[in-house]
């Protein structure tokens, strides 16, 4: 009798912790009380703030549910490719025309910035190609994000022809500065992004390293340019203020958890 009561108990633990994996309690932050204290904030769920970032000045830039607060560049739409789907911020390239998405297009934030430090998420198809974009300057006069924003690279480096390229690579600053160490994971895996810009100087982390570091708008920052694929586009990498862009190179692309602290 007392063996059937056993797996009678055990068998409802299991069946109690399965409901809870499965609805977690009014979509909150977890928590963590293992250590006796206070419950404290430890991961949210995608798309939200915890507490303690909230007292930081974190601040989304994606809220999960929306395209709110982004536009295709020089454009008022929001890119009907670009597509709000479990959470993400995806693009559906399921018409091309040319090295683009029809309905697509890059996206930009609605506002410009500074210093900052900025987290996101991402993750790519296999061979896929994207990339996150700083300092965009929005004028008609410039035809693409690039032609002012400098460009973290967001690519497949095990199957786009772009990863044979020095300074094509994974969370390279593109056709500017190699990043290093190569910390970048395999398609469909998400990788996490940190940029920081503080007073010219910048640096980017992936999946928890600093890979590069560099100091913007400088003498040596101008050599960089000059020996570049941008040399001929007297206004790239001027701006000290500007807008964040995703850039559309026709290939899938996932975003997630963009957030943003003013420094």
Request: proline residues 5%; negative net charge; aromatic residues 10%.
């Amino acid at each position: 009798m007392r063996s059937m009561l056993a797996v009678f108990m055990l068998a409802a633990g299991f069946v109690s912790c399965g409901a809870n994996n499965d609805h977690p309690l009014d979509n909150q932050p977890k928590t963590d009380t293992t250590k006796g204290g206070p419950a404290i904030d430890v991961e949210p769920y995608h798309n939200q703030l915890t507490g303690q970032e909230k007292e930081e000045g974190w601040e989304l830039l994606f809220d999960g549910t929306t395209k709110n607060g982004w536009h295709v560049y020089n454009n008022k739409s929001d890119g009907s490719a670009w597509v709000v789907a479990d959470g993400t911020l995806h693009l559906d390239p399921k018409q091309k025309k040319d090295w683009q998405t029809v309905g697509g297009g890059d996206i930009v934030s609605e506002k410009e910035y500074d210093n900052y430090h900025l987290k996101l998420e991402w993750k790519l198809n296999a061979a896929g190609n994207s990339g996150i974009i700083l300092f965009v300057k929005e004028e008609p006069k410039y035809e693409h994000t690039w032609h002012t924003g400098p460009e973290m690279q967001v690519l497949d480096n095990a199957g786009h022809p772009d990863s044979k390229i020095n300074k094509h690579r994974a969370g390279d600053l593109y056709d500017l500065i190699s990043s290093s160490p190569e910390t970048v994971r395999p398609a469909g895996e998400w990788n996490q992004v940190e940029i920081i810009s503080k007073d010219g100087k910048l640096e980017f982390m992936l999946n928890g390293t600093k890979v590069l570091s560099t100091t913007m708008w400088d003498d040596q920052w101008k050599q960089l340019i000059a020996g570049s694929k941008f040399k001929s586009m007297p206004d790239f990498g001027t701006y000290k203020k500007g807008r964040f862009g995703l850039q559309d190179h026709g290939d899938p692309v996932w975003y997630r958890n963009i957030k943003i602290k003013k420094l």
